[in-house]
């Protein structure tokens, strides 16, 4: 149900810094992520790395610096617009519109990508076909790994180019963190282009084709090869 | 008793009218809207106007002033309140009774500030077992609940009632799926001011028509919402039942502390539930 892509520069950060009042959170972040990578930001609480995906994904804007997604410069495109043009962002809070059902939350997402429904839930329960039984229900009674799916599930509908997804595993049971595992490889397995914030290091360590540090808002360090992206006692002393 | 019951449903399906528009503003966008006092009196003063036109054709002219209210609303929202989203609660506070005040005193300038009276429109009673009742404040009470069917039906299956419920929860959450937040805040900005002109034409013929009958009818409705839970389109149903009950009770034994008692009850809910803003 996803679209394989080629490789090739999809977005492309230069130099931002992002302010909350007078507090300058981000320093002159740049990064860069190519068509089909999946890149991981990892860091300690603090760092940065939520501020940087809700910058990337246009709900926050850069006092400086540039953002260029698929070739064009996203400063002043709202996160409406930048989700038009297949930006996806699933945020940390893992929060789904509760008062509404799961079929009625994945009906927004068809909705707005101008998509059929059948098409919609055919995409979201793809990753997971349990959710096909939660249909009905309420959003609000998912437990907190059906939720984090069913984000996920909304945000592949459309057939979106990039993801931005923060924290997926947090605050969940090892046996959910292994089904949000699957889900990430199998979008992995059809090449999407992702930028995931994960503490969970063996996550890390089992997907990411790239990872960025972040500390105290700037990216510290990128790591390209496998073996360092496997040391993860030497990951764990970022977090 | 059962007088002052009716009564105080009356009161009570006047305030819901008013208080939708004021719950969704606050619940979906976080703008406290005083210029909602304008877009219910001025659908009043056009009632008055139109009644005048239409004579004896209630239905039409106040369907008229409803009607007519939608493009200001529209201007309103477009010119103004749209430059306040995101601004902080003062801001919007500060700009929104400017709006109110200047359009008091454009009611003032164009329909003068001596009050109008209308009459009961239907002008029957319905007599029950001894009781007689007015029956137009009982199909008031009906075209409530009609209207509150209609809104729960509105809000569950038509794609727009979904994105407004969806976005008085999580606008981001909106946003970030590509939906244009601010378009679907136009058209339920439209619609609050649409019923609140509604409250306005249904409820001159049984009260006062003045130019500042929209500020004192907006702090209980403010009320209303407070109770009900912002943006709680079922809390502000119930809580408009409520209070408009409370009043009328309040008024049948103290006349005096009807409006006070409405107070008194959003200062004890807000002891034990304080607004998260």
Known sequence: MLLGKGRGKLLDVKEIDVTYGRAKVLHDVSLQLNQGEVVFIVGRNGAGKTTLLKTISGLMKPSKGSIVYNGEDTRGLSSAKLAQKGVRYVAQDKKVFSHLTVRDNIELAAYAAGEEMSTAIQRTTSIYPKLNDLMDNKAGGLSGGEREILLIGRALVGNPRLFLIDEPTEGLAAIVIEDIFRILSQMKGHNVSAFIVEQNLSIVNRLADRVYIMKEGKIIREISEKPEMADTKDLESYL | ?277
């Not at chain 2, 208080?19 to 219910?40: E, K, P, Q, W």
């Open chain 2, 1 to 277: 008793m059962i007088h002052t019951i009716v009564y105080g449903f009356t009161i009570g399906a006047i305030l819901y009218f008013i208080a939708i528009g004021l719950s969704l503003t606050f619940g979906m966008m976080r703008v406290i809207n005083f210029a909602h006092t304008l877009t219910y009196t001025l659908g009043v003063y056009m009632l008055v106007s139109l009644g005048a036109l239409f004579k004896g054709y209630f239905v039409i002219a106040a369907m008229i002033a409803v009607v007519v209210v939608i493009p200001i609303s529209y201007l309103i929202e477009r010119c103004i309140i749209r430059r306040l989203y995101g601004e902080s609660l003062d801001h919007t506070f500060i700009a929104t009774f400017a709006i109110a005040l200047i359009g008091v005193d454009t009611i003032k300038w164009i329909w003068g500030v001596l009050p109008y009276p209308l009459s009961d429109p239907i002008g029957e009673y319905l007599t029950i077992g001894g009781l007689t009742l007015p029956i137009y404040r009982i199909v008031i009470v009906m075209i409530a609940i009609l209207l509150f069917i209609g809104l729960e039906f509105f809000f569950r299956k038509s794609i727009v009632g979904k994105i407004v419920v969806a976005a008085l929860e999580d606008r981001d959450g909106v946003g970030c799926l590509g939906i244009d937040v601010d378009h679907y805040f136009s058209i339920v900005f439209m619609m609050g001011s649409a019923l609140a002109a509604l409250g306005g034409v249904l409820y001159a013929p049984i009260s006062s028509v003045h130019p500042y009958m929209g500020l004192s009818i907006l702090l209980l409705c403010f009320a209303v919402v407070i109770v009900g839970g912002m943006g709680n389109l079922r809390g502000t149903f119930v809580s408009a039942l409520a209070l408009g009950m409370i009043m009328a009770v309040t008024a049948r034994y103290w006349s005096q502390g009807a409006e006070t008692m409405v107070f008194i009850v959003m200062a004890i809910v807000l002891i034990f539930r304080p607004i998260d803003i």
